[in-house]
């Protein structure tokens, strides 16, 4: 019976072998891949080069055709002189209109090849020059004869030499062309063949390799199996051991269970409580305590409107110092029922079209927004939200930018959105007073200010209700800024799924 150490050595000896096996048949396959890439490749630079070979062929025969009905259109002429037969004239012009052919259709084919179109266009001025004086020459023949068609020869030599040079030059060329191309393509052909062999003969020895040790990992194995089966049926002896010791636990486990749940009971029932009282407590405020403060402003108004001339200055800036308070107070009010109802009130997910669920918040605050530069670059891009909740959100950061952006030379306000890890940021800039970043935590926190309320107005609950609001939508709010540089606050959103067709 093997110990549980040489167990394990054979283990590790087994998972050094798997790991070579794997190695070995991974370079295979990436050999073999390579090779077929190589091969690919060669057959690709084949094709190239004969194409370029067929091309440079189609090149010869275009010059040898064009050269051929040049020397058939001499011909013609030639015989033209002597006999003064018209057909030889008509067999001239043929031949002259296939060679000007043949001519354009070389310089087409040969557009890659600059030299050869130097060529070609000092052959196309020639041949422009000769075919007049060809021309020429049997219209002297058919006015004055044979006699001054020789004196002419005689005067002004051939009419061909320096056109048959320069298209013997032409095919030269392109005959070097060709054995280059040619050369290449036999080239590429051996070096594909040298790789696809070595290649392959490297593939078979790992693959060689890899089997051998396959037949050795399995010869391993078998020991191994045989050395786990002794070691399972002690096993198998501690598991009944465990086995009563776990039932005595989970005996004792439940117990315990059933203490949890009625320590869970009674908290939910204290909780729920709670919530009571904090639902009475929020109807106490909206009703018993906005009540004095509408009957303070009231009175106030009516003695500004019915007794302000008994009152001297001071009295009627003091009146509108208790209206101020009064509209304070109550806004106070106001924020904290909607962060007392945002805190109770059921979530409700769904997906939302971001462009066109800020534009009609935007609407709504077309007023606030008159005096503000206002960009909206919200992409459309679908999210996973609670639309009030959101609504919430959005609104109070426009308004806070409106707010602090107020005393800039020229207010801006920027929404934008950008894709983040698989969540999309809608991100509102301004660029008003901005704030230090040691209090950034600060200003998510509820009653809490970085300003005089002097300079400007609120309660201190905006940006706390915009915490809360994300919070609970599994969102979250970050914020940005320097001191006189403005701010950017940035709302995580997760995505929403991708609708199905």
Request: with cysteine; charged share 30%; aromatic share 4%.
């Amino acid at each position: 019976m093997q110990s549980s150490e040489a167990i394990a050595a054979d283990l590790a000896g087994s998972r050094v072998r798997d790991r070579l096996v794997t190695v070995g048949f991974t370079l295979a396959l990436v050999l073999l891949v390579t090779v077929g890439w190589l091969a690919l490749r060669a057959f690709d630079r084949q094709s190239a080069d004969a194409a370029w070979a067929r091309h440079t062929m189609e090149v010869l025969l275009e010059i040898e055709a064009l050269n051929s009905n040049w020397q058939e259109a001499l011909t013609a002429q030639r015989y033209y002189l002597i006999t003064g037969e018209d057909f030889h004239r008509a067999a001239f012009e043929q031949s002259a209109a296939a060679a000007r052919q043949r001519l354009a259709r070389a310089r087409s084919l040969t557009a890659d090849n600059t030299d050869q179109q130097k060529r070609l266009g000092r052959v196309a001025a020639l041949f422009e020059e000769r075919l007049p004086r060809a021309r020429a020459r049997m219209d002297l023949r058919a006015r004055e004869g044979l006699e001054a068609v020789r004196r002419d020869i005689a005067t002004r030599g051939e009419i061909s030499g320096e056109l048959d040079r320069l298209i013997e030059t032409l095919s030269e060329a392109e005959h070097v062309l060709l054995t280059g191309r040619e050369a290449a393509t036999a080239q590429s052909v051996q070096h594909s063949r040298t790789a696809m062999i070595a290649g392959i003969v490297l593939s078979v020895a790992l693959v060689t390799v890899a089997l051998l040790l396959l037949r050795r990992d399995a010869r391993a194995r078998r020991r191994a199996g045989e050395a786990l089966l002794e070691a399972n049926e002690r096993l198998e002896a501690r598991v009944a051991e465990r086995t009563a010791e776990l039932h005595a636990s989970e005996q004792h486990v439940r117990a315990l269970n059933a203490d949890l749940e009625q320590r869970v009971a009674e908290r939910t029932t204290e909780l729920r409580a709670r919530t009571r009282e904090l639902e009475a407590f929020s109807y106490s405020v909206s009703h018993d305590l906005k009540a004095p403060l509408r009957g303070i402003d009231g009175y106030s108004r009516l003695l500004l409107e019915d007794h302000a001339a008994a009152l001297d200055q001071e009295g009627r800036d003091f009146l509108g110092y208790i209206r101020n308070a009064c509209a304070q107070m109550g806004q106070l009010i106001e924020d904290l029922l909607a962060y007392s109802r945002l805190e109770r009130r059921t979530m409700s997910r769904s997906t939302v079209e971001l462009r066109s669920f800020v534009d009609s918040i935007l609407s709504t605050m077309s007023a606030d927004l008159a005096r503000v530069r206002l960009e909206n670059e919200v992409a459309e891009t679908r999210v996973q939200a609670d639309p009030e909740g959101l609504a919430i959100a959005v609104r109070n950061l426009v308004d806070n930018a409106v707010k602090f952006s107020a005393a800039a030379p020229e207010p801006h306000i920027c929404l934008r959105t950008e894709p983040a890890d698989g969540a999309c940021a809608l991100s509102v800039a301004d660029n008003g007073t901005g704030f230090d970043m040691r209090f950034v935590e600060k200003v998510f926190e509820i009653f809490q200010r970085l300003h005089r309320a002097e300079e400007y107005p609120g309660t201190g609950v905006g940006l706390a209700l915009v915490r809360k609001a994300m919070e609970r939508m599994g969102g979250s709010v970050t914020a940005e800024s320097a001191p006189g540089r403005g701010a950017t606050f940035t709302l995580r959103l997760p995505l929403a799924a991708a609708p199905t067709p």
